[in-house]
């Protein structure tokens, strides 16, 4: 999203853009017109955060000044600049819709304090909105049944509503890696930085998030080292919200803020109505990639099936190449698995495949996904898992096989082991037939020679 602007259309504007000189501005792009009709041009053709205007004849009224500015931008809080107090033109002035009147006198101590309320603490969430005008502005989160799109068309309207430096969508996540599942980021010059953003203070943010707004200092989750200073600039405060959907699952919003909104902003009818709107939307949106999913499921073993590998590798791909983050595939057969189905017959052969599946589901995180590949081939994608990790991983999957008895609903003692095979992202390949192909050929590695074994890939010799 572009950068917050701000428009100041007066005929003399040399003295208001005089006051706002102050370093505390620094990133916002001040547009300044002297010219009525070009002011009127720039405000059908771009979006601004704030305008600051003054009424460019003496005998203009202040309502229809307002008013015709507010015609082109009517969401857009509108600062009006008055020669005195008292008199005609400051009731013109509420009456057209100024969110507020600064006197010529107070210029210089008020108008850089009001701009801030505007551009970095909310103050704009405060406007009178009818139901057709909220519903109008949660349209494009209401509308948004993809996952990923309304992920970041809701962190984007937080970031433009509350004037944030910066913003994540994410989930929280047990087990390895940073602990932390990006959904979605806006503000940020790089996007690999909000995985080290959630690395450091994403602990402290979610311990703090509640289901209602809450607003803490950054001194609550930040020991503001340089490197604290560095990532964070002049943002002194954060915002966030915990979104619980379904059991167990929830997704967290954060956004960084220069000040602190008050609490008149925090409980304004338009933040909580768009809030509520947002956990709809991300409830349906889940609920709908559940039902989805329906079609990516094995019937026997209820895991994934091989059609939502390619489902899952093109997503994860996608997301590391944007925030820099890592993957690892293991691929996996059962030894002599054919042994099973020609002693005991293949009814017992189904059980024993669906007992695998949940050895292996015991393995790994709610966010790793565990494939039924094929006949007893099975692959597994571990999230944010590096390849020595993932080495780990499947270890343990391979001790648990072959420790495990199974069959035992059948009064049957079967001993299994496995043979994996592990590719990793970007380490071993960036592609997602490479890496599947380096994974295969891993395993088959195991499977040519001890089986019962664990093989990493070895990316030089796959062309």
Known sequence: MAKQRVLILSPDPEQIHGTLGEPSLAGIHITVQADWDKGMAALSKENFSVIVARQFHQNQAAESFVQDILSLAPKTPLVLILPKKGGPSVLGGIRGGASEIIFEENLEQELLQTLKKYLFLGHGLLRKMSLDELFDYCFPVITTTDMDMLGYTVIEMFKESLGASFGILFREQEGRGT???????????????????????????????????AVFPTESVVSHTPEDEKMLGENRTFFSLR?????????????????????????????????????????????????????????????YNSRYLNVVLDRELKRSERYRNFFSVLFMDLDFFKRVNDTHGHLIGTRVLVEAGGVLRLCVRETDSVVRYGGDEFVVLLVETKAEEAFLV???????????????????????????????????????????????????RGKDSTRNVVYLADAQNVP
């Open 179 to 213: 602990g932390y599942s990006i959904q979605a980021t806006a503000g940020f010059p790089d996007d690999s930085m909000a995985g080290v953003f959630l690395l450091r203070y994403g602990a402290g943010i979610t311990k703090l998030s509640s289901p209602t707004p």
């Open 243 to 303: 979104f619980d959907l379904s059991s167990g699952s929830s997704i967290f919003a954060v956004l960084a803020l220069r000040g602190a909104p008050a609490p008149d902003v925090l409980g304004s009818t338009l933040l909580n109505f768009f809030y509520r709107q947002v956990r709809f939307a991300l409830l349906n949106a889940e609920r709908g990639m559940q039902t989805q999913n329906l079609i990516y499921i094995d019937d026997l073993t209820k895991l």
């Open 394 to 444: 499947a270890e343990r999957m391979r001790k648990m096989f072959e420790e495990k008895s199974f069959g035992q609903e059948n009064g049957l003692d079967i001993r299994l082991t496995i043979s994996i095979g592990i590719a990793a992202f970007p380490e071993h390949a960036t592609t997602k037939q490479h890496l599947l192909n380096l994974a295969d050929k891993a395993m088959y």
